[in-house]
């Protein structure tokens, strides 16, 4: 149980450094869940966890002052507490929004009470002309921010353990199985929301290729990127002849007018 404590421990600190990582997403649910699956001895189930949190957590984005659940402590803990107790995905999915949004109460906290009176004492150094503290303040808040939902990841899942097996007892069957039903659904609207954001006529070909690659001739991933793949050098190809053919044109026709002149 130790070990199991401090795993979380070292996975939720890393996750929450993403940012300083150069945004490496490492804290995003598949990643986490394949961490914890390692850290719990089972990797499969955890990157199955971690993979249908990171769909269900597709869509959800930051917009203008708009801060979404958080995808950190929710894809950790949830993914933690099903494999601590011998859940599986639709256990996980059932807890992780209620999770995550307890990450973003915390978040709001942060944001709303500690971040402004951190500001402001960072403005009355940047006042007094001491530039180097006023930088400072900016780097804690930083790491407490990281610290916090390092520790509220951590205690969450030392408290929790034994808690969510008694929460999951009392859940009645039905509700079990409208999430399992929820676990089908989730990753198509993530999807659905990614794609309202990147669809455009030049990738719908792909996007309708893929689709038929999957829902009719049942090819797996490997073998659908395989003929997209395939697809794009048959376009780069055309492409390139098009594009030496235009210049091959464009000379000939400037050679003929300098002859005509």
């Not at 189930?45 to 984005?61: C, H, P, R, V, Y």
């Not at 689709?211 to 003929?227: G, Q, T």
Request: proline letters at 3%; charged letters at 10%.
């Amino acid at each position: 149980m130790a070990l199991q404590i401090l795993g979380v421990f070292v996975i939720a600190l890393i996750a929450n450094m993403q940012d300083f990582l150069g945004s490496s997403f490492i804290g995003r649910p598949i990643v986490t869940g394949c961490l914890i699956g390692l850290v719990f001895g089972n990797v499969t189930e955890g990157l199955k966890m971690g993979a249908t949190l990171e769909l269900a957590f597709l869509g959800l984005m930051g917009v203008g002052a708009t801060v979404p659940p958080d995808e950190i402590i929710g894809g950790i803990l949830a993914t933690a507490l099903a494999l601590k107790n011998g859940y599986g995905v639709s256990v996980a999915l059932t807890l992780v929004i209620p999770i995550a949004t307890l990450g973003l109460l915390v978040k709001n906290l942060l944001y709303v009470v500690v971040f402004p009176a951190m500001a402001h004492k960072a403005d009355k150094y940047a006042d007094e002309g001491k530039i180097m503290q006023a930088g400072n303040v900016h780097l804690w808040a930083s790491g407490t921010r990281i610290l916090l939902m390092t520790l509220v990841t951590t205690i969450s899942f030392a408290l929790g353990s034994n808690l969510v097996s008694s929460f999951v007892k009392i859940i009645p069957q039905a509700l079990i199985d409208g999430i399992t039903i929820t676990t089908e659904i989730l990753p198509a609207v993530g999807f659905a929301m990614l794609l309202n954001m990147s669809f455009s006529k030049k990738v719908a070909p792909f996007f309708f290729l893929g689709f038929v690659c999957a829902a009719y001739l049942k090819l797996d991933m490997v073998a659908a990127s395989i003929i997209g793949a395939i697809a794009a050098g048959i376009m780069y190809i055309i492409l390139t002849e098009i594009r030496q053919n235009q210049s091959t044109s464009n000379v000939s026709s400037t050679e003929v007018e300098e002859d005509d002149f």
